[in-house]
Structure formats: C-alpha cells, structure tokens
C-alpha cells in the first residue's frame, strides 16, 4: 500500500481495493450524514466548508465498485458509471471531531464521495484543515 494512502486511512478512508471503496467515520452507532455522487467527468474542485478532502484512483477490472457499511454490508448502487476501468474517488469530511465529542440522534458528521473516471492512482490531500 502506498505511503500517501496509507496516512489518508487516518483522514478519511478505511479500504480501497478493487472493488470496494470504505470511508472511516468518527462516531459508531449513530447517524452521519453520507452523500455519494457518481459523475462521468472531474468534477469541479470545491474545499469551502469542508475540514478534509482526500482524493485516490482506484481500478475496476469487473466494472463493479461499491461503498459498503460495515454493519449491514449492503452496497450502494454501482459507483462505476463508465463500466471497467480506472476511477478517482475524492472524500470530503466534515465535523468529525464534532461529532465525537457528543452523542446525538441527529446527523452530525458529513462525508461526500464523489466517483469519477481518472486514470491516475495517486493519492492526493486537497485539504486538511487540522
């Protein structure tokens, strides 16, 4: 595993192989607001409001890619959107550190994936607002 991905597993993501993307929250048992977006472009760059953004490429030999929970191992919908082939995966969080300090039954951390065709695999920090 490279260096740079290996750091970013204490930022923001858990696993990335070939078929799986995981994301590490702050809080266990309690709600975290998650929003994925599939796209077939690079999206625009946008760090405003957001504590860490992380970004890694990641191949898909099947055409297959998922973000799973750890809980209930049930997928999301397909993340590869232009089938087999390479992927970058960008990560944005939000009050992590927020969301440990207190329990709440309402959603206080805030993850956005976004999936996108890239064929690089370099693991790049945008942001870290720490």
């Not at 597993?9 to 192989?17: I, M, P, Q, T």
């Not at 809080?27 to 625009?44: G, Q």
């Not at 995966?89 to 009050?95: A, D, E």
Request: glycine share 8%; charged share 20%.
């Amino acid at each position: 595993m490279p260096r740079a991905l290996d750091e970013a597993f204490g930022a923001s993501l858990s696993d990335v192989s070939a078929h799986r993307v995981s994301v590490n929250t702050a809080v266990e048992n309690y709600p975290i607001c998650l929003t994925v977006k599939v796209l077939r472009h690079a999206p625009r760059l946008r760090l405003d409001g957001w504590d860490t953004v992380v970004e890694t490429g990641i191949g898909t030999p099947s055409g297959r890619l998922g973000l799973t929970s750890w809980e209930t191992g049930d997928p999301l919908p397909n993340l590869a959107a232009s089938g087999p082939g390479d992927y970058r995966v960008r990560i944005h969080v939000r009050n992590q550190e927020e969301a440990a300090k207190y329990a709440s039954d309402l959603p206080v951390e805030e993850h956005l994936v976004i999936v996108y065709p890239g064929t690089s695999r370099r693991t790049v920090f945008l942001s870290a607002g720490r």
